[in-house]
């Protein structure tokens, strides 16, 4: 207990210097103002700010990407209120009453709850992931190459078993991610692979510019093939803060969106995402008049916006313990921690603890910060909606471009950019979720290492694997969760719950 | 995660999946490129793995996803092949290349305003005059944040 105190008061010396706040707040709101726009999701967001961060120390870039994620989130919420348009799929669900909430002439008190609501879930996520932090990194110190090696794979699968769409789909965009991951020099013996004699390649491809072409710029070309027709609410926005009666309806509804969101979000793959709709769900079961849902209930922002946040948060711990990117937003993080030369994992809670512990008391403060510019500046994102898309999209076009040529200074690195905009542009096309590609790329590098590493050890024998009873463990959890998303009645329910 | 692309309301349907077979395709396609790649380097043993281990053995199994999922296209009713927005695709990835070829050659003054008026026709609904006082006000902005402000060593003015 005294330790978690110490910790946590470090983490807060950190994050409360003036620097540090002022990245944090920056990151909040650039991460609004991009999430506003709708149609760019956070991972679009946080690929295309990437750059902007890569100037900064460590410790400050990851604070202010922190902002960004979750300013990005919030962003979306506002537009889905306002407009009708979730930004993503967490969102979906504060469409349902959030807008209709926005039409009754109460945007005002729906924003405001659903900021409120953030900030309680993200207030309890922080203690959560402070809590659960130092004990999981002991854990996994003890890991060895093998188990380490069956750790990703299980990350991998869960990736793929809570991810949208077709499983083989899914599972062969981990491949390519994989394969994509193996482009440059080899790490062990020097030779150069699959770079196709281009020089730029040895280095491997870019994260940046892979993140930002297929979810930035692919979204973009994707968005401007359906003509716009936005429903900005007209009218009031009305008061922001919510009455007494309202914010007693909507605490309990907070409370259990919270611990739903916090539960599903450590989960590995999407399990932030269910969050918001396990909520909405169970609300929706336990309200007397389920009838009032989807006509602009308050408990129907309140529970799903907690999950969504609560989720989004606690998503950090197996990033920051375990080193393992559950999501493709902590798979952009990791991207961010590599750039700056920390390798995420174990090791970075004892060699860094004031990054570790810094971040940590950071996510507390930037939902702090996002409650009090989000309040005051509603009027501003309303205006901002009411921008088109025709006008808008030019523009994040130049700042992507400027933001990539910055990074190395290289005309070549823009290119690349183009082609795998190119790529993303034909995986939505074909079908493919880009996520699990980014997954696999990121986890790429690190796999083939342990992999090669468990090999050495076990003299090329396979059964190291399944032998070590860890590793053994890790990889039955994986098998059995992949058998049973293939289960003909569970993969029903499993569309349902991603198309309802 | 990403905003919802499938549209999920009205998705097309087909006698056959030609978009899964086009996406495992695609795939095959991808997996003989990395084959073709991978196929000078040495494949090592078990014990102590080359260099082309992985990537043979990903591409190996990338192009039986590919068959795979091609098969299932083929052999089952679902999603139709979706158009594909060539005015999008020319004019976006168009303006991002023309940035990479001309910021060094001529400056931000000029890359920042031209980028941004070959992206604006890939929109029909596009109104010139508006997007090219944007594009100037914009290239200023970025050239007082990101060079004056940030200091990023990005070209300015070239020719003069």
């Keep these: 207990m005294e330790q978690f105190v110490d910790n946590l008061a470090l983490g807060f010396s950190t994050a409360l210097s003036l620097k540090n706040i002022g990245l944090c707040f920056l990151g909040c709101l650039v991460g609004t103002l ?73 945007a005002g008190v729906a924003l405001g ?45 869960f990736a793929v078993v809570l991810a949208r769409g077709s499983l083989p789909k899914a599972i062969a965009m981990i491949v390519v991610g994989l394969l994509l991951s193996t482009v440059g020099t080899d790490l062990e013996t020097g030779q150069e692979r699959l770079t196709f004699g281009i020089a730029e390649l040895s280095d491997g491809v870019d994260f940046a510019v892979l993140a930002m072409g297929i979810f930035g710029f692919a979204e973009i070309i994707r968005n401007l093939e359906n003509p716009e027709t936005r429903d900005v609410v007209r009218g009031k926005i009305g008061r922001l803060l919510p009455s007494k009666e309202d914010f007693k309806q909507a ?46 209930a308050i408990e129907g922002i309140a529970g799903p916006e907690a999950a969504n946040n609560a989720g989004a948060q606690t ?134 290492e342990k992999l090669r590493q468990a090999l050495i050890l076990s003299r090329g024998s396979f059964a190291t694997f399944v032998e070590r009873p860890v590793s053994g463990g890790l990889l039955l959890v994986a098998a059995i969760m992949l058998v049973i998303a293939l289960l003909p009645a569970i993969r029903k329910g499993r569309d349902e719950v991603f198309t309802e | 995660m990403a905003p919802d692309q499938t549209g999920d309301q009205s998705v097309p349907h087909a006698a056959r999946g030609t978009q899964d077979i086009a996406a495992g395709l695609f795939l095959i396609a991808v997996a003989l490129i990395a084959f073709w790649q991978a196929k000078g380097l040495p494949l090592g043993t078990l014990r102590s793995m080359g260099a082309g281990m992985l990537p043979t053995a990903l591409a190996v199994l990338l192009g039986a996803f590919g068959i795979a999922i091609a098969l299932i296209g083929a052999l089952r009713p679902g999603v139709a092949f979706e158009r594909w927005s060539f005015r ?68 300015v003015i070239t020719f003069l």
């Design chain 1, 34 to 106: 991009i999430g506003v726009l709708p149609g760019v999701g956070p991972i679009a967001t946080i690929a295309m700010l990437l750059p902007v961060t890569f100037g900064i120390d460590p410790t400050g870039a990851l604070i202010m990407l922190a902002g960004i994620y979750y300013g990005a989130q919030y962003g979306g919420s506002t537009t889905a209120i306002l407009v009708n348009i979730p930004g993503e799929a967490t969102s979906v669900v504060t469409t349902l009453d959030g807008h209709q909430m926005a039409r009754q002439g109460r």
């Design chain 1, 113 to 157: 709850i659903a900021a409120i609501g953030s900030f309680i879930a993200g207030s309890i996520a922080t203690l959560v992931i402070a809590a659960l932090g130092a004990p999981l990194t002991k854990l996994a110190l003890l890991f060895g190459p093998a188990e380490y090696f069956s750790l990703m794979v299980m990350g991998l699968v």
């Design chain 1, 251 to 296: 605490l309990p509804p907070i409370l259990r969106g919270t611990g739903l969101g916090a539960v599903l979000g450590i989960l590995p793959g999407n399990g932030a995402v269910l969050g918001p709709f396990a909520s909405y769900t169970l609300e929706k079961k336990i309200a007397k008049e389920p009838s009032r849902f989807g006509r602009g």
């Design chain 1, 315 to 448: 998503a950090f711990i197996p990033l920051l313990t375990l080193g393992i990117p559950p999501n493709a937003v902590m798979a952009l993080m990791v991207g961010a921690m590599t750039i700056h030369g920390i390798i995420p994992g174990p090791q970075v809670v004892t060699k860094n603890p004031q990054l570790f512990w810094g971040m940590i008391a950071s996510m507390w403060v930037g939902n702090l910060m996002l409650l009090i510019i989000n309040l005051p500046l509603v009027g501003l994102w309303v205006r901002l909606l009411k921008v088109p898309y025709s006008l808008l999209y030019p523009a994040i076009l130049l700042f992507c471009c400027i933001g990539i040529y910055s990074i190395n200074n290289s005309t070549s690195d823009v290119i690349f950019t183009a082609f795998f905009g190119l790529v993303g542009y034909a995986l939505l096309k074909f079908g493919y979720e880009p996520a699990p590609l980014l997954l696999g790329f990121v986890l790429g590098k690190l796999m083939e």
């Design chain 2, 88 to 155: 999008g695709l020319l004019f976006v990835l168009g303006s991002i290349i023309t940035f990479a070829l001309t910021v060094r050659l001529f400056g931000l003054v000029v890359a920042g305003p031209l980028t941004m008026l070959i992206a604006g026709a890939a929109d029909p609904q596009t109104n010139w005059k508006h997007t090219l006082i944007f594009s100037v006000v914009l290239t200023a902005f970025c050239i007082l944040l990101f060079k004056v402000a940030l200091r990023l060593p990005i070209p």
